[in-house]
């Protein structure tokens, strides 16, 4: 994802409730998205859920998985974390937990690499890097 990409998805996902609920915009921003054979997922982040405390910052993230046989859609929410030494130096760990904090899987991050979990990352380190975060 480009810097430029991700600033943007950054200053989306940073707003507050208040700041876009005046316009007609959804609360979520596609941040990224899958196909292989069997399905496809897209991966967006929940405006105004972006938190920073202890060294780590998070933010809701929402799954929908569609089969390409039969078009079956399946949504998955998750609070997605990651640590301030995971942004610095660019690779880490990503922590899926359920929207209650409990864990559920890790994936790994590399900065700019071409996953879905590098793009997720590379929106958590803009947030973070941006003023007031």
């Known amino acids: ?10 200053s989306s996902l ?4 208040s700041a876009y609920a005046a316009d007609n915009t959804s609360e979520w921003v596609q ?9 496809t997922n897209l991966f967006l982040g929940k405006k105004g859920s972006f938190r920073h405390v202890k060294g780590q910052s998070s933010f809701l993230l929402q799954q929908i ?16 974390a990651m640590s301030d030494k995971a942004c ?9 937990n359920d929207v209650e904090g409990k864990p559920d899987f890790d994936a790994d991050y590399i900065a700019k ?3 879905a979990g590098s793009a997720i990352g590379d929106a ?7 003023p007031d975060n």
């Not at 940073?14 to 409730?17: E, G, I, T």
């Not at 941040?31 to 399905?39: D, E, P, V």
């Not at 046989?69 to 997605?80: G, L, S």
């Not at 610095?88 to 899926?96: A, H, I, S, V």
Request: hydrophobic share 40%; net charge positive.
């Open 14 to 17: 940073a707003f507050s409730f």
């Open 65 to 80: 998985r569609t089969t390409i046989a039969d078009e079956r859609k399946e949504v998955r929410y998750y609070q997605v």
């Open 88 to 96: 610095d130096n660019g690779y880490g760990k990503l922590y899926f």
């Open 124 to 130: 958590l380190c803009a947030i973070r890097a941006m």
């Open 113 to 115: 690499g071409e996953s």
């Open 1 to 10: 994802m480009g810097k430029a990409v991700a600033v943007i998805l950054a």
């Open 31 to 39: 941040l990224t998205g899958t196909k292989n054979n069997s399905a």
